[in-house]
């Protein structure tokens, strides 16, 4: 079959999706809205319809949305748009000079435009014990369905990280009642992203939920009979648990791409368009390394509002229009009462200027380096994440007295400088 040139939209052409996550869900939608007629294959490892994957920590987790809610199109959608969508299926490799999937099953599928949306999968632990039953790892609907079980039945929970996910569970497993400990090899929770000043503040927040934080811990090993029983720390301090949680981070799951000889570094390397270095085959979502023109470099960005705004610049490329991505990188967490937006990038900066209370809950914490706002955080405080954004893209210094001044709107320091 040879190499697709133009626009892709004939009904004579074949798209195949790897990956029917929410990315993958999204581009198959985005296709058809991009008035691509021809036929769309979606192939998903799980037995189940594409879904969302925020809830799996909070509401659902909980028992407070059914599985249904989680789901990114209602009953009848993938046939109604002539959508063919294989759940179960395993794609075994690409077979590029054929450009072809072959399936774990034998079958190969032919395509025109292939779209890599295989997400990612959990670090997993190496330390003596890990293999016990009751350690528990978050990523898919049926991880959430045994912890949400493990939850019901009450009792401790040590949770092993406090990223977003062991931070979000154990805010769950609180208000589920249980007794919760948070292993972190920093000091404070969520501190690599967010930093110590962010870093305390939510370290406040779990303590006066009476969650115990362990901070500055090495893990040593887990330790039971068939299963687990306590978490062995480094300096020789036991835990006990009736069940782990472990949030360590994720890995793009880059194996496909990488055996098929598609550029991979830190995920599958894509341009701004969100093409491989392979002409006609794209990658979005958590696996996608891409490049934002807005920060001159590549950026993999592990986070819902990727998974969904991605696809539908991917899917203008796919059918062979013009399409860039460049939406700044953004996520929100909820723990307890506390809801949060993150906008923005930085891995370094020298001033964090908060504006509105802290203490009291309700603020905007605003990551400045060189005087302008990299980033921006706000924290029970809604309907300001266009501006913030705004205040990143323009690039100009910012006096940090006029961010700290509630009086003075977010929007006229867009344009004014520093004053």
């Known amino acids: ?69 989680a789901r990114v199109h209602p009953d009848g959608f993938y046939a109604e748009n002539e959508i063919e969508l294989r759940t179960g299926t395993t794609v075994e490799r690409l077979e590029l000079d054929r450009r072809a999937v072959a399936l774990a099953d034998g079958e190969r599928i032919g395509y025109d435009r292939l779209l890599l949306a295989t997400g990612a999968e959990p670090r997993r632990l ?45 805010a769950s497993a609180r208000q589920k009642g249980l007794e919760v400990t948070i292993v972190e090899r920093d000091e404070l929770p969520l501190e690599r992203v967010l930093g110590s000043e962010l870093g305390r503040i939510y370290a406040d927040i779990h303590r006066d939920h009476g969650v115990e934080l362990v901070g500055g811990a090495a893990l040593d090993r887990f330790e039971g009979g068939a299963a687990v029983e306590r978490v062995r720390l480094g300096d020789g301090r036991a835990l006990e648990s009736d069940f782990v949680v472990v949030g360590v981070g994720v890995e793009p799951r ?72 460049e939406r700044l990188p953004y996520f929100f967490s909820d723990q307890y009462d506390v809801g949060m937006e993150y906008s923005g990038y930085t891995t370094q900066w020298d001033e964090v200027v908060f504006r509105g209370d802290p203490e009291g809950g309700e603020f905007i914490a605003f990551w400045l380096n060189g005087g302008r706002v990299v980033a921006g955080m706000n924290v029970n405080v809604w309907e300001v994440t266009d501006a913030i954004q705004a205040l990143i893209r323009s690039r100009q210094p910012v006096a940090a007295e006029r961010l700290r001044d509630t009086d003075v709107p977010l929007e006229e320091l867009i344009t004014e400088g520093v004053s």
């Open 1 to 69: 079959m040879p190499a697709a040139k133009g626009v892709m939209n004939d009904e004579n052409h074949t798209h195949v999706i790897v990956g029917a996550g929410l990315a993958g869900g999204k581009a198959a939608e985005a296709l058809r809205q991009e008035g691509f007629g021809g036929r769309i294959v979606l192939i998903g490892e799980e037995g189940e319809r594409p879904y969302e994957r925020p809830p799996l920590s909070k509401d659902y987790l909980r028992g407070e949305s059914p599985r249904e809610k």
């Open 254 to 325: 880059t194996r496909l791409a990488r055996e098929a000889g598609i550029a991979v570094d830190n995920g599958i390397a894509v341009s701004e368009r969100l093409e491989t270095s392979v002409e006609g085959v794209f990658a979005v979502g958590d696996v996608a390394n891409a490049y934002h023109p807005f920060y001159g470099r590549r950026l993999r960005v592990e986070h819902w509002a990727n998974a969904l705004n991605q696809p539908l610049v991917a899917a203008r490329a796919l059918v062979g229009k013009p399409a860039s991505y």
């Open 126 to 170: 190496a330390v003596p014990g890990s293999g016990l039953d009751g350690i528990h790892y978050l990523r898919e609907l049926g991880d959430a369905d045994a912890i949400a079980a493990r939850l019901d039945r009450g009792g401790r929970v040590v949770l092993i990280g406090a990223g977003w996910i062991g931070a979000e569970v154990a």
